[in-house]
């Protein structure tokens, strides 16, 4: 069974950068396509970020386009999401999540999940 670690997060001032990895155990990221989402205090969990299985591609929500970029290393079973220009709207509690599936879906078609990775962007 695949597992899923976050690291990475913590406390940034607007405009600064920060990188997250998410580590894959128990299986290959091969079979999976990998989604970062986030979860602000009072609010739903959004996609954030997804990189299929089948060609590596990469989708980026409106909100973070331009700002963040989603890649992975195979050999080290890791994908990782650069962020870059953080504003203080990004705080939140990030997860990275697997589906089997091809294509980026919403959180309901994840399979795995992690236990998430605090970033808060404040001055």
């Known amino acids: 069974q695949l597992q899923l670690v976050e690291s990475g997060g913590g406390l940034v001032q607007p405009g600064g950068s920060l990188r997250l990895s998410c580590t894959a155990s128990?299986?290959?990221?091969?079979?999976?396509?990998i989604s970062w989402f986030r979860q602000a205090p009072g609010k739903e969990r959004e996609g954030v970020a997804c990189?299929?299985?089948?060609?590596?591609?990469?989708i980026y929500a409106d909100s973070v386009k331009g700002r963040v970029t989603i890649s992975r290393d195979m050999a080290k079973n890791t994908v990782y999401l650069q962020m870059n220009s953080l504003k203080p709207e990004d705080t939140a509690v990030y997860y990275c999540?697997?589906?089997?599936?091809?294509?980026?879906?919403?959180?309901?078609?994840?399979?795995?999940w992690g236990k998430g990775t605090l970033v808060t962007v404040s001055s």
């Open positions: 999540a697997s589906e089997v599936g091809y294509y980026c879906s919403g959180p309901d078609a994840m399979d795995f």
């Open positions: 128990g299986s290959t990221l091969n079979y999976y396509t």
């Open positions: 990189i299929k299985r089948r060609d590596g591609s990469t």
